[in-house]
Every structure is written in C-alpha cells, then in structure tokens.
C-alpha cells in the first residue's frame, strides 16, 4: 500500500523535474534532458506525455515549450503539495500507549 504512493512520489517527482527543465531551458528535447537529469529517454518520453495531457507544455520543432497554463500551476504548487503533506501528517499513527497489567 504505501509501495504505491512511494512510487507515484517518485513519479510526480521526475515530472516536476522534468517540468522545470522546460522551464528554465526551454525550447529543450528529450535527449538533453536524458542527459542532465540521468533518467532514461523513456522516462523523460513519459513525463513530458503527462505534462503535454495536463498543457503545462508543448511540443514545438526545437523541443518542448511551456503553454499559457504553466504559470498558474507554478504558483499554485507549493500551496497544493502544502495541502498534501498537511493531510498526510494528519495519516501518522500515534504510538500505542503501553498498557499497565
């Protein structure tokens, strides 16, 4: 169960990464970011699919490029991932207090 939502950490991670590379690079293709990032091609492939479907980026003839949508999801992020932590420190089991015999 937590397995799960390890992975998908890890996955929202690479796509954030692979977002602010577009960002800060952009227009920028899948092999430079292969390269900078070390993740293979088939993952940077993936990442930028998930970013295209979301419109935070787009292809362009150079590499890809962000959309209009991009700035209103940056500056909602840290907010949203604020929200999350919250609620997932709030999913913490408290230790069982010991019982007396």
Known sequence: MIDRLEKEVDML???LQVLQMVIGSEPIGIVKMSNETGY???????SL???????????SSQGAITTEDTDAFVDDL???LDG???KL???KLD???EVEQ
């Not at 293979?40 to 993936?46: A, I, L, Q």
């Not at 998930?50 to 419109?55: C, I, K, P, Q």
């Open 95 to 97: 230790e069982t207090p």
């Open 89 to 91: 420190d709030g999913m």
């Open 40 to 46: 293979p091609h088939h993952k940077v492939r993936y």
């Open 13 to 15: 991670e690479r796509h």
């Open 78 to 80: 840290d907010e949203k």
């Open 49 to 59: 699919r998930v970013l295209e479907e979301e419109s935070l980026i787009e292809p």
């Open 84 to 86: 999350i932590v919250e």
